[in-house]
């Protein structure tokens, strides 16, 4: 029945190979400076960190994308374009590229091949189960005393009560994750003061995330067992007492710790960051390997969409009279990504047909019913999910409303999820009644043969009849956007 799946790396797999083929066809031209200075063959680890700015900072959302060699060079792949997303996709994976310098400082990266390591391609980008022990560790500049929070509110932020970081994990992934074990370690200074690291903080976009990483986790390491006796942490969170530049980042970083070899789920998070937990929340979700989403708009703002915590990290959130802010749920495709949408919840109709289905509001512990449809069209990798959002819960219970929410995914786009937004132009942002279906309402993309009609409310969702390649009506043909 699940005959199409994103191509996102779940595990070493075929699938693997055949992206491995199409990225090696590409030449990926970048003019961009590396830190490899020289042409050769290179070999490192892919990792994809995303920069989060603040609205004071006047930056957009920054993405990088990167190949970090063992012996510590930085080769940038430029972050535009179905090929750079292929190569995204490789997060945590160890690979081999062509660094070739031309005259005027032009110079291509080559994708070569995927080289098969221990630690393996599953570890980033592809399903997320099981416990994920993190650790917070709390680094301040050797200029700057404050300690904005105090190692309580770090610990405390990973409880298992609402509005504690393993509460939300476990009801983001309907309990098929959890971060029991994660822990947070007292403040420590760097060595350096901040402007060694961030030459203008609060902007632009030059913080040195490396050197931060490198002197943080060697400031802690007295302190703090990385590999946590055998049960080594899956991410650091890394907690400053000033601003970096622009940003707070989130994603990977490769690294060795305490004998540890491997990609390390990273953040790295000034005080606003900290401040509400939903950025924390966000930036986490970059380090499960999840991208932003969007709405419908168009614009390069992808913080615009109030139905994802990887979007608008902290509008329409719920808030906590300690932690701020709360990370609401993230969309059902996020979800699908990271394989908590069991089988039995995801209605993909491979036949065409009229199919009346109940699909649950996204919150809901567990279903009889379906979390979300995938509807595919005949022909194209851009296809539709459908999921419900309703204000319930400790986390989505201030969203914009109660309603069916459609998703345009295009996998080749670095936010692959838009909430289709009816409205004409598209809102600015999407907690406008364009981007909530209703009971009565119907969703038609004729080119797609799919329309998806709103039936009627349920107990915890809603009723749809989905029209599925060429059961579509003619009278369809006319209609479009209802
Ligand atoms: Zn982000």
């Not at 062509?98 to 070569?112: I, M, N, P, S």
């Not at 969409?305 to 979007?311: G, H, N």
């Amino acid at each position: 029945m699940h005959t199409h799946r994103p191509p996102v790396s779940r595990a070493p797999s075929a699938a693997l190979l055949r992206l491995a083929l199409f990225i090696a066809a590409l030449a990926i031209f970048a003019p961009l400076p590396l830190l490899a200075a020289q042409s050769g063959t290179f070999e490192g680890v892919v990792e994809v960190l995303w920069g989060d700015p603040s609205a004071a900072s006047k930056e957009q959302a920054q993405h990088r994308i990167q190949v970090r060699t063992d012996a510590g060079q930085v080769i940038a792949i430029p972050n535009a374009g179905p090929s750079a997303n292929a190569i995204a996709a490789l997060s945590g994976n160890r690979v081999e590229v062509v660094v070739d310098e031309a005259a005027q400082g032009q110079r291509t990266v080559r994708f070569l091949r995927i080289i098969p390591t221990e630690q393996g391609d599953a570890l980033l980008g592809g399903a997320v189960t099981g416990s994920q022990p993190w650790v917070s560790i709390l680094c301040k500049f050797s200029d700057i005393a404050s300690e904005p929070e105090d190692l309580t509110y770090f610990e405390g932020m990973y409880a298992n009560t609402p509005g504690g970081l393993d509460h939300y994990w476990r009801e983001q992934s309907y309990d098929l994750i959890d971060v029991v074990g994660s822990e947070a370690f007292a403040w420590v200074d760097l060595p350096n003061p901040q402007s060694t690291y961030i030459a203008t903080p609060g902007s632009g976009t030059d913080a040195n995330l490396g050197a931060l990483f490198n002197d943080c986790t060697q400031a802690v390491n007295p302190f703090v067992d990385f590999s946590n006796g055998g049960n080594a942490f899956v991410g650091i969170n890394m907690m400053f007492n000033g601003l970096l530049d622009c940003c707070a980042w989130g994603g990977s970083r490769f690294a060795t710790l305490d004998g540890i070899s491997k990609s390390w789920r990273t953040t790295w998070n000034p005080p606003w960051s900290f401040a509400d937990e939903g950025i924390i929340a966000h930036e986490m979700g970059h380090g499960f390997g999840l991208p932003h989403s969007n709405n419908f708009d168009g614009d390069n703002n992808p913080y615009d969409s109030r139905w994802d915590v990887m979007s608008s990290a902290t509008r329409n959130a719920v808030n906590h009279p300690i932690y701020g802010r709360l990370g609401k749920h993230t969309l059902s495709y996020h979800k699908d990504r990271l394989a908590w949408i069991a089988p039995g919840e995801l209605f993909e109709p491979t036949a065409n047909g009229t199919y009346t289905i109940t699909i649950d509001q996204l919150a809901l512990p567990s279903t009889p019913n379906y979390r979300m449809a995938r509807l595919n069209p005949p022909t194209g990798n851009v296809y539709y999910t459908v999921e419900v959002r309703d204000l319930v819960g400790d986390y989505d219970g201030n969203l914009p409303g109660n309603a069916v929410i459609i998703v345009e995914v295009d996998p080749s786009r670095s936010q692959p999820a838009w909430v289709v937004d009816a409205d004409v132009p598209p809102a600015d942002t999407n907690f406008n009644e364009g981007s909530m279906w209703r009971v009565g309402e119907v969703f038609s993309d004729v080119g797609a043969e799919i329309s998806i009609e709103v039936l009627s409310a349920t107990a915890n969702g809603f009723q749809v009849r989905i029209m599925y390649g060429s059961a579509l009506p003619d009278a369809l043909f006319d209609s479009g956007f209802e």
